[in-house]
């Protein structure tokens, strides 16, 4: 089974940017597709954005699309989310799941998950 290890979150002022990076290590001869999800203080995980084990087919929520891009570096095992135009409500632990299949990233179950990296959007 592959580990994921997040980074990257930190405090930011609404409408500035961060980027997360999820790098996978231990077994890592298959590329698996990437999703990362969140989970706001007092609500449940949910879906932010998927990409393939290729990366040229992605997904993203709606709360996000425009503003958050989703990538990966196959060579460096590393998937990225790029946020953009950060709101308040984008403030959560943001996880990385690696999971079988494709349509499985979105799924807030299964898969192999790392142990989260907190973004915080000040107002």
């Known amino acids: 089974q592959v580990q994921l290890v997040e980074s990257g979150g930190g405090l930011v002022q609404a409408g500035g940017s961060l980027r997360l990076s999820c790098t996978a290590s231990?077994?890592?001869?298959?590329?698996?597709?990437m999703g990362w999800f969140r989970q706001p203080p007092g609500k449940e995980r949910e879906f932010v954005a998927a990409?393939?084990?290729?990366?040229?087919?992605?997904t993203y929520a709606d709360s996000v699309k425009g503003r958050f891009t989703i990538s990966r570096d196959t060579a460096k095992n590393t998937v990225y989310l790029q946020m953009n135009s950060l709101k308040p409500e984008d403030t959560a632990v943001y996880y990385c799941?690696?999971?079988?299949?494709?349509?499985?990233?979105?799924?807030?179950?299964?898969?192999?998950w790392g142990q989260g990296t907190q973004v915080t959007v000040s107002s």
């Open positions: 799941k690696a999971d079988l299949t494709y349509a499985s990233t979105t799924k807030t179950t299964g898969g192999s």
């Open positions: 231990g077994r890592t001869s298959r590329i698996y597709p």
């Open positions: 990409i393939s084990w290729s990366g040229d087919a992605t």
